[in-house]
């Protein structure tokens, strides 16, 4: 495809985001007469779902501690129920399994997802947990589990499929997807103005409006745009803190045990829920039967075909070195530094066979193939969507975003001229106004 001289909406970015708000917008336009996918354009540096859309787990789930994350989950879950097939998405439902240490927090969550119509069932107690637990899976093992929330919605979708589905639903409308194009700068006309065009490395297209949904690389467009490398956060002790770095990276954990999927089934022969395990017991193991870690450790799994085998992961570790120094690229499977390695299939597998007695002396179907990938994160480690430089549409997931279906097109909704009360919990101000979410017990950060 020629590059065009000049676009209406320009949009960074062929991953979940940036095509959610293409395709959305599309629609939008059309329905509100002001135009159609043909006043779009997505530009990407490799190609559709290069990025962490392309290598995620693929949960959806609403179970977060943050009431505005909790809303806008079941708005996002309601956007992928509209085409199940369409998007290879799996309406399994989500299990958030728990020790005591996280009760009081998952029975707010319980609570809260009744407020807002999300059906969920919460069981509490030690042998109710285990006898719930028995239900589903015969040969349930965890012990110090206190608390079950069982999200009936959400899920799993097939990664790259549902990418895949979300650009040809974006092409469908009439919008263009340039690959191979990568953007290395923005011109206007004044420091710190609104964005005039996008310079790239096949040329300059001049953009009445630029979207931002670059993931991973967040804190490079941002550079880009000459937004400030360290922000002040009002926090919960009312004082001010300056010099907080914008952004961090987190390396996430994720693997495939090689067995068939069908080994994990129900007891009545159906796909389970997706299942997350939070525990402070020891973990042993399940190869040579040493102690793994007495702290706490988490982690999710569910049976996919997509990927081969069970599919999940374990908490991501935060990465130390200077996120200017940090190489997002080659990224996923192919960096040389962000890939798991022998420790977290060790970890990985033990706390499988710590759950379920069917994933005993199982380690040695670990795929031993690169997996994982990293992540781009707030300070507060929540989503930033927001306009910057007038005319510049940031969406800034924090990596919670596969899931986040629905805010393209929310945000489609907001270029628009439509504000959504959604999307109004994440915005930047909230740093400077101590307007901050609430931190939950989880050992991860997404939580
Ligand atoms: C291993 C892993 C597992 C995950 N699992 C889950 C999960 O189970 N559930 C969940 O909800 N979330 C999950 N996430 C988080 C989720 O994948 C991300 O939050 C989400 O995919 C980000 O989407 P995006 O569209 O912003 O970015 P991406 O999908 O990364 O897309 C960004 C695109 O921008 C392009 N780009 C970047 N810079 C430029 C440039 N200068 N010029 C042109 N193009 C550019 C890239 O090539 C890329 O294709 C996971 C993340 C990882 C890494």
Redesign the pocket.
Known sequence: MAIPSHVKYLI???????LSTAYHLAQQLKAQGKGDGKDILV????GIA???????????RNNYFQPAMRELMAHSVSVWETDPEGYSYHPVGYMQISPESMHADVATIAQQQKDIGYESTFIEGEKESSDYMKTLFHDWQATGITSVLHEKRGGYANNTKAIYALATKAENEGVRILTG???TGFKSDSAGGAIQAVETDKGEIGCDQVVI?????AK??WDMLELPKTISIKGADGQMHSNIPMWIYWS?Q?GTLGVDPELQKTNDGQFPPVIHVDSNEPLYSTYDGSLITDEMWGIYYKPDFHFGGIQG?AAPYAIDTDPDDVAVDPYGVDSPDFVVGEDFAHMWVSALAHCQKRFEGQFEHYKNEPS????SFTPDSFPVFDVFRENCYL?A?S??????LGVGKLVAEELCGQTSSLLEPFRFSRYEQGKLHPVSSSPFPWS
């Open positions: 960074i970015g062929a991953g979940i985001h940036g530009v990407d540096k490799s290069a990025g962490a859309s392309g290598i995620a787990c693929g949960v959806v194009c990568t953007v949904g670059a993931g991973p690389w490079t467009v996430l994720e992961g994982g990938g990293i992540g969406i997931d990596n919670h975003g596969y899931k986040m």
